[in-house]
């Protein structure tokens, strides 16, 4: 993989001389310890020496300790990064069997060498300068706002004393206006909170909010990394601070994996900063300050913390530079990259802070009823867990067997992990190592382990939807859920505190979500939008001709492949109900075993409906095979959105699941994307006209919140004619996309 990569970037492996930290092999599982190190150093430098390399490339733990004889430092934190060694050059990059375990890290680890092959070609070492900033006091407040409104880009970045825009105040804002210049505004000051720059000065007693309103509101462009939580402060005090340029989202353009997006990682990978972040944290643990990075920074001081913003401000406005030069490169796999994110990815994030800030009115009263019917089932499940696992579970043999001290009540535990691997792998022999979720999904299904599954649903649903939201609800009586632009490799949006595009059907959950007084919820669905997507995408005779029609796809495919089929059997109903798991499993990249396993039916039965589905629709089985050979054919996969799916490295062990993502990819990117950018071209008009907000999305749904008295027979036909038209027009297709709309003053109440 090694020499495949330094390919990729244009090393000649010929030239290129390996030589390894260490001679000895450490017990497996294990990371060679500082003595092994130090006992190796001296050969291996001497070795490095005798090389006489430009580029040294230190691979690994052990590599980048031993070369820079710092034992402290990790290569999570330091890949990337370069330094001067004599007349050579040192760069850090992941071993490659790190990456072979970790796949998503292959996109970095190319780039890390591809910064260690320009040293080759006289290239510099990256270098972000050091930021000097300004504090604005009453003295120079206005004429710093006079030089900053006429600057032509603005990097801004504010601290808050927690993650709740709603409620934590923000500390401080930092705006950098050239390299390495930053102005730094007071907002609560750290050693006085609850006073306020754009309310009283803690200095002088004088209010600085119109000024701060100009001046946010001016226009110069403004630059933010994940501007939509930064802005958001300053929506709740009437100031409408705009999101012109993100650079986590420029990013997200670049490289869609999740985990790659912090600004001090990219701040390391495009410019080589080094990690101030961490600097500033433990300084302030030291100080006292804090225990934890994860403690609130509000009694951080100034000294502290006022140096830390500056620099997150200077970062992101030379970031904007960096990555605009890269997303407008003349290349084929660059091409759309701006219009993906000026026309989708900048306006959705203006369109989900307003969602955001709406949020979802909470009925205590079906809260509570909830808390009470789940509580009740929760234990009931566990009880059920406790009768079957009764005659499997030995509290001696398990003690003697994990030198487990005494055990509550001599009861087994459901909750225990270390129990309930006991029983599965020990007693029922399941080769298994976690309990985890996905793990227990995978085993066959038997009482416990259907009990097991369950239980942890129901559990997982109160911690979520009962317990989450009950912490939650801010004081106008909402939920204000987060928004993730960037959370998902296909596009599709998620959200979290708490996760509202994952709610549970159940009536008894979905109606902790209410109207309030006045009200109505109406819920606009797409029908099988994923399905006509396919269609198109695939031009398929069959499934246009059964769209065009109006015909029943479930109906037609339980025909096709259950011989003699009848509708209003029960054994019939069954049977479309497994047509339905077909149609949507084959948008999904599932075939014949996610038949086989979710409905016992026999693997061969299961692989003739497959078979006589595709048979059906030959076009929409050349498309898939086409988009399931894209990632060992090195192809970028691309939406008509602009959205790329870049697969990276492909290996034995991750060939079939990254197929399946490939074969789901340009469907429900698109899917969602249509839902996504209708929601954004009427929400205006819903406020203007009606008095409508739109409070959450799910995938290929758009829930509105619209007053009683207001025209709703017109609002819907507006909504549909908005949501049916888009894909047309889109996907350059006459087929139409259905839309349902349904109504209720509960969300698990609607009626069509």
């Not at 209010?207 to 630059?223: H, N, P, T």
């Not at 299961?606 to 006589?612: D, L, N, Y």
């Amino acid at each position: 993989m090694l020499g495949r990569a330094l390919k990729k970037v244009g090393v000649d492996e010929a030239q290129v001389y390996y030589t390894n930290a260490l001679r000895c092999r450490p017990p497996i599982g294990e990371a060679p310890p500082r003595a092994a190190i130090e006992a190796c150093r001296s050969r291996l430098l001497s070795e490095v020496d005798s090389a006489e390399r430009k580029v040294i490339i230190v691979l690994g733990n052990s590599a980048l300790r031993s070369v820079l004889n710092n034992y402290s430092l990790k290569i999570t934190a330091e890949r990337g990064k370069a330094w001067p060694a004599g007349r050579s050059v040192v760069v850090a990059a992941f071993h490659p069997a790190a990456v072979l375990r970790a796949f998503g890290e292959y996109p970095r680890f190319i780039a890390d060498l591809r910064y260690a092959a320009g040293f080759l070609n006289g290239q510099k070492i990256r270098e972000p300068g050091t930021t000097r900033w300004d504090l604005v006091t009453p003295k120079n407040i206005y004429r710093v706002i006079d030089v900053l409104s006429r600057q032509p880009y603005l990097g801004g970045d504010i601290e808050t004393g927690g993650f709740d825009s709603y409620t934590d105040p923000a500390l401080v804002l930092s705006v950098a206006w050239t390299k390495n210049r930053v102005a730094v505004f007071p907002l609560h000051h750290p050693l006085d909170v609850g006073r306020n720059l754009l309310e009283v000065h803690p200095w002088t007693g004088h209010s600085y909010w119109k000024e701060m309103k100009q001046f946010l509101e001016c226009d110069a462009k403004w630059i933010w990394h994940n501007g939509k939580y930064d802005t958001e402060y300053f929506h709740t005090l009437g100031i409408d601070a705009r999101v012109d340029e993100d650079t986590m989202l420029m990013h997200y353009t670049l490289n869609e994996q999740r985990g790659t997006h912090d600004l001090a990682q990219l701040g390391a990978d495009y410019l080589g900063a080094p990690n101030w972040k961490d600097a500033m944290v433990e300084e302030a643990i030291a100080g006292g300050y804090i225990k934890k990075k994860s403690d609130s920074w509000a009694g951080i001081p100034p000294s502290i913390m006022y140096p830390y913003n500056a620099r997150d401000a200077d970062i992101t406005y030379q970031l904007f530079f960096e990555l605009r030069k890269e997303m407008t490169k003349p290349h084929p796999r660059y091409i759309g990259l701006p219009k993906l994110y000026e026309h989708l990815l900048i306006p959705a994030s203006k369109f989900l802070q307003k969602v955001e800030r709406r949020g979802m009115y909470v009925s205590t009263e079906y809260l509570d009823e909830a808390d009470e019917l789940y509580q009740a089932r929760w234990e009931s499940e566990r009880y059920d867990i406790l009768n079957v696992v009764e005659p499997l579970f030995d509290v001696l043999a398990y003690q003697k067997a994990t030198g487990a001290g005494k055990i509550k009540g001599g009861v087994f535990n459901p909750g225990s992990p270390k129990q309930v691997l006991y029983v599965l792998r020990d007693v029922l022999g399941y080769r298994i190592t976690d309990t985890q979720k996905e793990t227990l999904e995978k085993l066959p299904k038997n009482d416990l382990v259907d009990a097991l599954r369950q239980w942890k649903k129901t559990e997982k649903i109160i911690g979520t939807y009962i317990q989450g939201v009950q912490k939650r609800i801010a004081a106008d009586g909402r939920i204000h859920s987060t928004y993730l632009i960037h959370g998902t490799v296909t596009g599709r949006l998620s959200s979290r505190n708490p996760n509202m595009q994952n709610v549970p059907r159940d009536p008894a959950i979905r109606n902790i979500f209410q109207a309030p007084p006045g009200h109505v919820l109406v819920e606009f669905d797409y029908s099988q939008v994923e399905l006509r997507v396919l269609a198109v995408m695939a031009d398929d005779e069959f499934l246009k001709g059964v769209y065009r029609d109006g015909r029943d796809l479930h109906d037609e495919v339980a025909a096709a492949v259950f011989p003699g089929w009848r509708k209003d059997t029960l054994i019939g109903k069954e049977q479309r109900i497994r047509a339905k798991f077909l149609n949507f499993g084959i948008a999904y990249g599932r075939g014949a075993k996610a038949i086989h396993e979710e409905f016992g039916m026999p693997f061969p039965d299961a692989q003739k409906m497959v078979r006589e589905w595709f048979a059906r629709a030959p076009q929409a089985a050349e498309f898939i095979e086409q988009t399931r050979r894209a990632p060992q054919e090195g192809r970028q996969l691309k939406t008509p959105f602009g959205r790329r799916r870049r697969f990276g490295l492909v290996t034995r062990d991750n060939l079939v699941p990254i197929q399946n993502e490939a074969i789901n990819f340009p469907i429900q990117s698109t899917a969602s994307d249509l839902t996504l950018l209708s929601a954004i071209r009427m929400q205006d008009q819903l406020v203007k006209r009606w008095g409508v907000h739109i409070t959450n999305l799910v995938h290929d749904s758009i829930l509105v919140e619209a007053p009683k008295d207001c025209n709703l027979e017109e609002m819907i036909a507006y909504v549909k004619s908005v949501m049916e038209r888009l894909p047309q027009t889109i996907l350059h297709t006459d087929l139409p996309f259905d839309v349902n709309a349904s109504i209720g003053t509960g969300w698990g109440d609607f009626k069509g």
